[in-house]
C-alpha cells in the first residue's frame, strides 16, 4: 500500500458523500456482515457511513471505516442505482 493508493481511494470515496453503496465488512473467520447505506462524511483517516434502517426504527446508525480497511478489502463497497 502506498501513499498514492490512500489518497486515490480518500479522493474516490469523498466524491461519492451522499451516495447509496452496499458495503459488506469483515467480521473475522471469514464471515461478512452486509449493509446498505448512505456515505455521509469523510475525514482524513475514516469515512462514516449511515446504515439504512432494517427494522423500522426511526433512528439510523452511523459507522466508521478507515480507508486502509478498504485498500486490504476488509470492507468492500459498491454504489448502487438511487
Do not use: C, W
Not at 458495503?23 to 469515512?47: E, L
Not at 439510523?60 to 468492500?76: G, H, M
Amino acid at each position: 500500500m502506498t501513499q498514492l493508493d490512500l489518497n486515490r481511494v480518500r479522493q474516490s470515496i469523498k466524491n461519492q458523500i451522499g451516495s447509496k453503496i452496499k458495503i459488506s465488512a469483515n467480521r473475522g473467520r471469514h464471515k461478512f456482515v452486509t449493509a446498505k447505506g448512505v456515505i455521509t462524511q469523510t475525514y482524513p483517516n475514516i469515512f462514516l457511513v449511515e446504515l439504512e434502517n432494517a427494522d423500522g426504527n426511526d433512528q439510523n446508525k452511523t459507522v466508521s471505516f478507515s480507508y486502509q480497511d478498504v485498500i486490504t478489502r476488509d470492507v468492500r463497497m459498491m454504489l448502487l442505482e438511487n
